[in-house]
């Protein structure tokens, strides 16, 4: 091979790909242990974690119980889109089971990223939200819980 057609050009590595990729195709290439998603890109059963106690307090119109801790964050369990995909219906999760009816076992390993959950993850869907778009940038994403691993006292 000649000197000239072996040299790495910036085309021959990053050459154009064959097909436009986008978010509902190629999402996989960009969900790993702690990026921050913005909304669009959410799906169910998404895990995050750093969602602020004071934001589910306000978005749940005060119903949601931060007093322990109003400057502490809980996980943020994806529910399901809403609108047409113009938001996404969310809840807090926490690692106290006390009125929970579902919740994610220790030690599930999470879609996507590998993430072992280090806690039983109560999902507290009663305080369910609607997830504003300058939030959900905030939040680490964790992965994706398995569908077979939401655990439930009504199954």
């Not at 154009?16 to 978010?23: C, F, M, Q």
């Not at 809980?74 to 995909?85: D, N």
């Not at 869907?125 to 940038?137: G, K």
Request: hydrophobic share 40%; net charge positive; charged share 25%.
């Amino acid at each position: 091979m000649d000197k000239k057609k072996s040299r790495l050009t910036f085309d021959a590595i990053w050459e154009k790909p064959r097909r436009s990729l986008s978010a509902q195709t190629d999402l996989d290439l960009v969900l790993v242990d702690g990026v921050h998603l913005p909304l669009a890109q959410w799906r169910e059963n998404f895990f995050f974690m750093g969602g602020p106690n004071q934001m589910f307090k306000t978005l749940t119109r005060g119903n949601f119980p931060a007093k322990a801790d109003p400057e502490g964050t809980h996980p943020v369990f994806a529910l399901k889109p809403v609108a047409g995909g113009i938001g996404f219906a969310a809840c807090p999760c926490s690692s106290s089971g006390r009125n929970n009816r579902k919740w994610v076992d220790r030690g599930t390993a999470l879609i996507h990223t590998g993430y072992v959950m280090k806690k039983t993850c109560y999902i507290i869907d009663r305080f369910r939200f609607n997830m504003p778009p300058s939030e959900a940038l905030k939040l680490v994403f964790k992965g994706e819980i398995p569908q077979d691993a939401v655990r439930s006292i009504d199954s």
